[in-house]
């Protein structure tokens, strides 16, 4: 008899990860994302029935497709009895077991300190625990940080943390998998390197996990110490969650000319160009700003945006602008005004724009010939960590709300990798600065030229 099968479906974007686990026949789903047709084709394709979907928590970071699915294909949707949802679902407490088929169990174990309400799932196939989904719990070298509820629960939510990673790594085999929710990148994790490792046990937890190997009080301190700001479209999941998201509708958005691309860009609305940074500095179209689909672009958009700003999308294909949504139905934002595809040409009679790039060599060079703004866009805990002596910091988050504190003269935009820093380039240029430079550069090769640092 082969054993139980545990899929993973991941969303690198925002760090997380969705499971489907079955016997071959029918099939249980954890946490899955808005975006159901990848879980739909998965069960497609191994012709598997879906009996249950269950979620770990209420989640802050995405919008859930649980109720879509289970009423999509007539699931069973179990969620804490605790969370006071607007929809009938199937209430689930600690100790409940779900079954599936003739060996799929999963037992919901009390796992607060990301949320209050947190269950983990232990998964056993037949009499043998084989692994526990952890959600937002125990993660891979890390936890669930404890601070999004509001400060005022942050200490008792750290407490509960730790009590919850040990109370897992007491029930469960060392054998036991671990697969959590978050982790990967993901804001919801605190401390740790769970974005570094692919899968994890409970024994590898018990040797690297510091929230299984230190004291209460040591594991509390340092946790809260290195807790950080989180994306500001974060306030508006959970309450989203509790009234139970429908399917979204992926269908690509009415297309736009030249002439209504720069009606957009002239009234204020966001005119977002996916492509890579390296075309968008080449050439865009003036007005534009670049969120590259290379990297953390539903993060950065969703953080930075005014909630309600008409949003019109410039891909280099249908298919980008297609990726596009997908990622943004994920944290609510639903229908893109319009769309454009093609090239700066394609978008624009005017010129194309371009953004000159550069080394962090490069500007140790320039800065022996002359005054030059060093504007850096990381966050306040990497600035402080360490920074470009005289650099001046605006958090990419702020900066739309802060373009005036950016002083005069030759800017040149760094962060730690340079995609926020042509983010923050297409801001300061399309509110009309000129001289601008974005140092496309490993914030690492600092070390290597002549730029003071200091912390």
């Known amino acids: 008899?082969?054993?139980?099968?545990?899929?993973?479906?991941?969303?690198?974007?925002?760090?997380?990860?969705?499971?489907?686990?079955?016997?071959?026949?029918?099939?249980?789903?954890?946490?899955?994302?808005?975006?159901?047709?990848?879980?739909?084709?998965?069960?497609?394709?191994?012709?598997?029935?879906?009996?249950?979907?269950?979620?770990?928590?209420?989640?802050?970071?995405?919008?859930?497709?649980?109720?879509?699915?289970?009423?999509?294909?007539?699931?069973?949707?179990?969620?804490?009895?605790?969370?006071?949802?607007?929809?009938?679902?199937?209430?689930?407490?600690?100790?409940?077991?779900?079954?599936?088929?003739?060996?799929?169990?999963?037992?919901?174990?009390?796992?607060?300190?990301?949320?209050?309400?947190?269950?983990?799932?232990?998964?056993?196939?037949?009499?043998?625990?084989?692994?526990?989904?952890?959600?937002?719990?125990?993660?891979?070298?890390?936890?669930?940080?404890?601070?999004?509820?509001?400060?005022e629960h942050t200490d008792e939510l750290v407490h509960l943390q730790h009590a919850s990673a040990h109370r897992l790594a007491a029930e469960l085999p060392d054998e036991a998998e671990v697969w959590p929710t978050h982790g990967f990148g993901s804001f919801c994790a605190s401390g740790g390197a769970g974005e570094q490792q692919d899968e994890s046990t409970i024994g590898r937890e018990r040797e690297q996990n510091p929230v299984l190997n230190q004291d209460v009080d040591t594991w509390v301190r340092a946790t809260l110490a290195g807790l950080d700001v989180w994306p500001a479209y974060y306030a508006r999941m959970a309450p989203g969650n509790l009234a139970g998201p429908d399917a979204p509708d992926l269908s690509l958005p009415e297309s736009a000319d030249k002439a209504e691309l720069r009606r957009r860009i002239e009234a204020g609305e966001w005119v977002v160009d996916l492509r890579n940074r390296v075309a968008f500095a080449a050439g865009h179209a003036p007005g534009t700003l670049n969120f590259g689909l290379d990297g953390s672009f539903v993060t950065y958009l969703g953080w930075m945006i005014r909630w309600g700003t008409p949003l019109t999308l410039l891909g280099e294909?249908?298919?980008?602008?297609?990726?596009?949504?997908?990622?943004?139905?994920?944290?609510?934002?639903?229908?893109?005004?319009?769309?454009?595809?093609?090239?700066?040409?394609?978008?624009?009679?005017?010129?194309?724009?371009?953004?000159?790039?550069?080394?962090?060599?490069?500007?140790?060079?320039?800065?022996?010939?002359?005054?030059?703004?060093?504007?850096?866009?990381?966050?306040?805990?990497?600035?402080?960590?360490?920074?470009?002596?005289?650099?001046?910091?605006?958090?990419?988050?702020?900066?739309?709300?802060r373009v005036a504190d950016v002083p005069a003269g030759e800017v040149w935009v760094h962060c730690a990798s340079g995609y926020r820093a042509s983010i923050a380039a297409s801001f300061l240029a399309a509110a009309g600065r000129q001289e601008l430079v974005v140092v496309d550069d490993m914030y690492d090769e600092v070390a290597a030229t002549p730029l003071a640092t200091t912390a």
């Open 317 to 401: 294909s249908t298919e980008q602008v297609a990726e596009a949504q997908r990622e943004l139905v994920r944290i609510g934002i639903d229908r893109p005004e319009a769309a454009a595809t093609g090239g700066p040409e394609d978008w624009s009679d005017d010129k194309p724009a371009s953004l000159p790039r550069a080394t962090f060599g490069d500007l140790a060079d320039v800065r022996h010939h002359r005054r030059v703004v060093v504007l850096d866009v990381r966050r306040a805990a990497e600035y402080d960590e360490s920074h470009i002596e005289g650099a001046v910091n605006v958090p990419i988050h702020e900066l739309p709300d």
């Open 1 to 151: 008899m082969s054993p139980l099968q545990v899929l993973t479906l991941e969303t690198p974007s925002l760090g997380d990860r969705s499971y489907v686990v079955h016997d071959g026949a029918v099939a249980v789903v954890v946490d899955p994302q808005r975006d159901i047709d990848r879980v739909l084709d998965l069960l497609a394709e191994h012709d598997l029935r879906l009996l249950h979907v269950l979620e770990t928590h209420v989640h802050n970071d995405y919008l859930t497709g649980g109720l879509a699915l289970a009423e999509r294909t007539g699931a069973t949707y179990h969620v804490g009895a605790d969370d006071p949802v607007e929809f009938e679902r199937s209430p689930i407490r600690p100790g409940d077991v779900v079954e599936a088929g003739e060996r799929i169990r999963v037992r919901a174990i009390h796992t607060p300190g990301h949320t209050f309400t947190h269950l983990s799932f232990a998964l056993s196939d037949g009499d043998r625990q084989v692994g526990v989904f952890t959600g937002g719990s125990l993660l891979y070298g890390a936890t669930g940080r404890p601070d999004l509820l509001g400060e």
